[in-house]
């Protein structure tokens, strides 16, 4: 698989078709739900994977390693999701501060439910939260590189993660909670 | 957490039908890009181009002035050339000479020609060391110390030798740019004249001309000066006199 990747790199390094397009049907499902799990559209989010795909193959002497080349990528179709849902859709965050307190208490809630919907969460989750909650939780940002992405304060990324893990609870509750009332009812 | 991004990192979505077909028209059409640098590279060369083009320009010029400079030179130094061929003649048609007037007034025009000859030679032995051209002066100044001794020459080369310094004074006149003459116009003249009778119709005095000097300047206006024993008079003073 590595040296397979190692091969295909290489050759696609020097603009073979065949090569780029197995590296497409490698990694485009996966981008694409990476692209998906900020943008929640489908369609919006083929466009940023056709446009991060485009820049991946046109600048693919910037990526020097085969070994990277799965991160870098990923890394493109993230700034480019990000900078499609800050042009399209007014994200705004409340400026609250931010307690250690609130985060501690929140830690471990979300471990309780194991069968969660992603999509469906996605969905739901205000996109201040989702923003934050991608990149702190799924692409293991810190606060101050998150801030620096989002062009926020490091405490506004902080109390954005808190609430985003609250506002999950909630939603698990509510669900267990609907759960038990139509378990109850038969 | 850690389930949630597992799950998160397995979760995959298929690509729709002709998705790629669209990204590779997408790429197809890249090269274009590709070629602005070209085009700026090759603004590059033709400004190269074009400066060496005009530097060639320039250097032709230049070398076209020194080429007839040399031109000039080398047209003497051919006539040279055909002096010792035309004294080598003369020496093997030496039986065939009869005219003992002619003879004597030919080795004069021959002395003549020679001091040309050695003027011309000093010349291109300052200018032009070949070795072919120097054993051609050799045999020029062998031949012409040699004739005036043996006293014979033969007359249809003299006119070549001797009409060269001619030729070449015809050529600098000709160079020189002749100066034009000019001529006085009637109206000119008359106007002259007219200024002459305003002269002596009005005095100085009454054009206001000469009267405030003769006021105003303290400087002693004697009638005779001397000096060294001699009287100097005013030319008014002797005509009054």
Not at chain 1, 6 to 23: E, V
Not at chain 1, 41 to 50: F, H, I, K, S, Y
Not at chain 2, 8 to 23: A, H, I, N, P, T
Not at chain 2, 85 to 95: I, L
């Amino acid at each position: 698989m590595k040296q397979d990747l190692q091969h295909i790199f290489s050759k696609a390094k020097k603009n073979d078709r065949l090569a780029q397009k197995s590296l497409f049907e490698m990694f485009s499902g996966k981008m694409l739900s990476v692209a998906n799990s900020y943008i929640n559209n489908r369609d919006d989010a083929e466009d940023v994977l056709m446009n991060a795909f485009y820049k991946a193959f046109t600048k693919i002497e910037d990526c020097k390693n085969y070994e990277s080349f799965p991160f870098w990528l990923r890394k493109i179709v993230v700034n480019d999701a990000i900078t499609f849902v800050r042009k399209n859709k007014h994200v705004l965050y409340a400026e609250t501060e931010f307690t250690d307190a609130i985060a501690d208490q929140r830690e471990d809630v979300s471990e309780l439910s194991q069968d969660i919907d992603l999509e469906i969460v996605f969905k739901e989750m205000p996109v201040g939260y989702k923003l934050v909650f991608n990149l702190a939780v799924f692409e293991e940002k810190k606060h101050q590189e998150i801030a620096e992405i989002l062009n926020i304060s490091e405490g506004t990324s902080k109390s954005q993660l808190s609430k985003a893990k609250k506002w999950l609870q909630d939603y698990f509750n509510q669900q267990q909670n609907t759960k038990q009332n139509a378990e109850s009812e038969i | 957490m850690q389930s949630l991004k597992s799950k998160y990192e397995q979760q995959e979505m298929k690509v729709s039908e002709g998705f790629w077909d669209r990204l590779e028209e997408k790429l197809d059409q890249s090269p274009a890009k590709k070629e602005k640098p070209n085009i700026i590279w090759l603004r590059y060369a033709a400004a190269v181009i074009f400066l060496f083009g005009l530097g060639g320009i320039l250097w032709m010029t230049n070398n076209k002035a020194e080429v007839n400079g040399d031109q000039q030179f080398a047209s003497q130094s051919e006539n040279e050339k055909s002096i010792p061929a035309s004294v080598k003649k003369s020496e093997n048609a030496e039986a065939v000479k009869s005219n003992p007037i002619n003879l004597i007034l030919d080795s004069d025009n021959q002395k003549f020609a020679v001091k040309n000859e050695d003027s011309l030679t000093r010349f291109t032995l300052n200018e032009v060391e070949t070795p072919r051209m120097k054993n051609s002066i050799r045999k020029e100044k062998l031949a012409s110390n040699q004739i005036p001794e043996k006293e014979l020459i033969i007359k249809k080369e003299e006119p070549q030798i001797v009409s060269k310094p001619e030729e070449q004074l015809a050529h600098t006149d000709i160079q020189k740019p002749r100066e034009k003459v000019k001529y006085v116009s009637s109206s000119d003249l008359l106007f002259g004249v007219e200024i002459d009778k305003a002269k002596t119709e009005t005095p100085k005095s009454a054009m206001g001309i000469n009267t405030l000097k003769k006021n105003d300047s303290d400087f002693p206006n004697p009638k005779r000066i001397k000096l060294f024993g001699i009287t100097l008079y005013e030319k008014d003073s002797i005509t009054t006199k």
